[in-house]
């Protein structure tokens, strides 16, 4: 992939994110990364959340060095609504507005039927679902006021194929898309277009690490279409033709990006 600030010409900018404020939760790592580094380079003014503190600082600082936009980075729990609200508010107060919120922030940690409970169970729909919910919420007032916005969801293939070992995360993802569907026509009087990103298997640093042995790597190439990893670079390019004027009759849509799992 090319570094941070390289333009080779092979991708699309898009004029329309010039100097947009968008939202990225999760954007320390991973594809919350490449996310937030797509939108420096279209020269988009960020503000990312994250509890990372010191993967949020190298980004910034790789972002800055390339001559980007620097993103503000806050530090927020996004299970603790009450700080979550206070950040949104914080961000709201010193950008005047938001064009773009991305719901990134998420957490597949494997699990078994057997081990949930009451307190496992709050704590994975907190992470992956009930957050998103709140974060549109703080954000709707500003893009009602503005007359426009795009709000992306990040879900997962998970729950279609479907996943096995993550019974309360599949449900998390597959709720999602539902709440994208619904707040799609709750808001699109409003101009603000709501639709969702479905990844399939991406190699991030993360599922490298815990995840991704041999084996697991070949029995998602014999199930994909495509012969070939995804990188979290491919997924931030759909985020930001979501994000653009150029989408700007998509909503309610759940876009696969799965190198043709399902």
Request: aromatic share 6%.
């Amino acid at each position: 992939m090319e570094k941070t600030g390289e333009n080779t010409g092979r991708y699309a900018i898009y004029p329309s994110l010039h100097d947009k404020v968008v939202i990225v939760t999760g954007g320390a790592s991973g594809i919350g990364e490449a996310i937030v580094e797509a939108f420096a380079q279209q020269r988009a003014r960020v503000a990312f959340l994250d509890v990372q503190d010191a993967p949020a600082a190298e980004l910034v600082q790789r972002i800055e060095s390339a001559g980007l936009p620097v993103p503000a980075y806050y530090h927020c729990d996004l299970t603790d609504i009450a700080s979550l609200q206070a950040v949104c508010g914080q961000i709201l107060n010193s950008f005047g507005a938001v064009d773009v919120l991305v719901n990134n922030a998420g957490n597949d940690t494997r699990h078994s039927i057997e081990e949930v409970t009451a307190e496992s169970w709050d704590r994975t729909m907190a992470i992956n679902l009930k957050q998103q919910f709140f974060m549109i919420q703080a954000v709707i007032p500003a893009m009602k006021k503005a007359g426009h916005g795009s709000i992306i969801n990040m879900s997962s293939i998970a729950w279609a194929i479907p996943s096995t070992n993550v019974p309360v995360y599949v449900g998390a993802k597959a709720a999602i898309v539902g709440m994208t569907r619904t707040l799609a026509h709750e808001l699109g009087s409003s101009n603000i277009r709501v639709n969702c990103v479905m990844p399939g298997a991406v190699l991030t640093e993360r599922q490298k690490r815990l995840w991704l042995t041999e084996e697991y790597k070949a029995e998602i190439l014999a199930a994909q279409a495509l012969k070939r990893m995804i990188v979290p670079e491919e997924v931030a390019r759909l985020v930001l033709f979501l994000a653009s004027d150029d989408s700007a009759t998509i909503t309610n849509q759940s876009h696969v990006i799965d190198a043709g799992w399902i």
